[in-house]
Structure formats: structure tokens, C-alpha cells
């Protein structure tokens, strides 16, 4: 299984994840990454709402972003 890594952005701001997380593709991985940002912004922290997730390979490359505070339910 591929391990993706989910890097937190806040504009010129960037959190690295450094351990990354096995998933079995990238849609699996997407999910996985909205879970945890709808736990995140769950907790209370209204600021986390404008931070990006940044889904990379191994290799740095982005393959697809999440909005954080579109993970809420509407």
C-alpha cells in the first residue's frame, strides 16, 4: 500500500507531516484526511477553518488539496 502524507498549509505557513499514513489509493486517503480535519475543527479551533490539507506521495508531489472548513456537514 502507498503511504500518503497530509501537510497542513496556512498560507505561506506549511506543517510538514513527517510520518505519513498507509491508505490503499488516494480516494481512501482523501477520506481518511476529512475525518481528521472534521475532528479538528470539532474541537473547537474556529482557526482551523482556513488551513489547507495538502495530500502528497513519497515523493513531495501534491496530488489533491482539502479546504478544512469544507470537511464540516452542512
Known amino acids: 500500500m502507498p503511504r500518503f502524507f497530509f501537510h497542513l498549509r496556512d498560507g505561506a505557513n506549511l506543517q510538514r507531516d513527517m510520518h505519513g ?3 490503499r489509493d488516494l480516494e481512501v486517503a482523501g477520506e481518511v484526511a476529512r475525518q481528521c480535519m472534521t475532528e479538528m475543527l470539532a474541537e473547537g479551533d474556529e482557526e ?9 506521495d ?17
Open 48 to 56: 482551523m477553518g482556513r488551513h489547507i490539507v495538502e495530500i502528497t
Open 21 to 23: 499514513f498507509m491508505c
Open 58 to 74: 513519497m515523493d513531495g508531489i501534491v496530488l489533491a488539496t482539502i479546504q478544512l472548513g469544507s470537511t464540516l456537514p452542512r
